[in-house]
T-cell receptor
Framework: EAGVAQSPRYKIIEKRQSVAFWCNPI?????LYWYQQILGQGPKLLIQ????????DSQLPKDRFSAERLKGVDSTLKIQPAKLEDSAVYLC?????????????FGPGTRLLVL | RKEVEQDPGPFNVPEGATVAFNCTYS??????FFWYRQDCRKEPKLLMS???SGNEDGRFTAQLNRASQYISLLIRDSKLSDSATYLC????????????FGSGTRLQVQP
């Protein structure tokens, strides 16, 4: 079974530029998550989708971050404009239906460096 | 106060040693508990879920103390391949299905 796919794997940009990340979840998984992991910290949830609807975006900095999941499959996360503190690994995860004890499967992440 | 707190370590132990990690969480309404493992520059992967009665998976034993709001992970007979960061993870109730991670405890098993 194919895992969660993410691209690009690495991205270097200058502050104030824009960047977009792509995620393709495991086939059949209705729930998709975007996490931000800053060096030395655990992943922090940015946004959670159930199919193509947003379940939780309370920790998404909406002045600069946006995300969408058209057609309830692939998802993109965008940062515009980027700040130095956005340097982090952006992890996409998916799960079958989002129930409490369910396993989340993570993609390899996109490493973003903002200069 | 952080929602999930862990000692960052590192814990440096020799092969064959037994090592234990603890984690505390702040929300008493927490519903589900997990330990994830994260290798250097890799994504987190589920190590094991943690149940109220305690559970074991080979050399790994997890315990949950709801009254004191802490979770533990015990690793027996440590292997070099156990070297990684261990993330304590909690899922809260009230519709939040996503996971809240601690900052992780780094383990280095030495030959």
């Amino acid at each position: 079974e194919a895992g969660v796919a993410q691209s690009p794997r690495y991205k270097i940009i200058e502050k104030r530029q824009s960047v977009a990340f792509w995620c393709n979840p495991i086939s059949g998984h209705a729930t998709l998550y975007w996490y931000q992991q800053i060096l030395g910290q655990g992943p922090k949830l940015l946004i959670q989708f159930q199919n193509n609807g947003v379940v939780d975006d309370s920790q998404l900095p909406k002045d600069r971050f946006s995300a969408e999941r058209l057609k309830g499959v692939d998802s993109t996360l965008k940062i515009q404009p980027a700040k130095l503190e956005d340097s982090a690994v952006y992890l996409c995860a998916s799960s079958y239906s989002g129930t409490a004890q369910e396993t989340q499967y993570f993609g390899p992440g996109t490493r973003l460096l903002v200069l | 106060r952080k929602e999930v707190e862990q000692d960052p370590g590192p814990f440096n132990v020799p092969e064959g040693a037994t090592v234990a990690f603890n984690c505390t969480y702040s929300n008493s309404a927490s519903q589900s508990f997990f330990w994830y493992r994260q290798d250097c520059r890799k994504e987190p992967k589920l190590l094991m879920s943690v149940y109220s009665s305690g559970n074991e998976d080979g050399r790994f034993t997890a315990q949950l103390n709801r009254a004191s709001q802490y979770i533990s992970l015990l690793i027996r007979d440590s292997k070099l391949s156990d070297s990684a960061t261990y993330l304590c993870v909690v899922r809260f109730r009230a519709g939040r299905r996503a996971l809240t991670f601690g900052s992780g405890t780094r383990l280095q098993v030495q030959p």
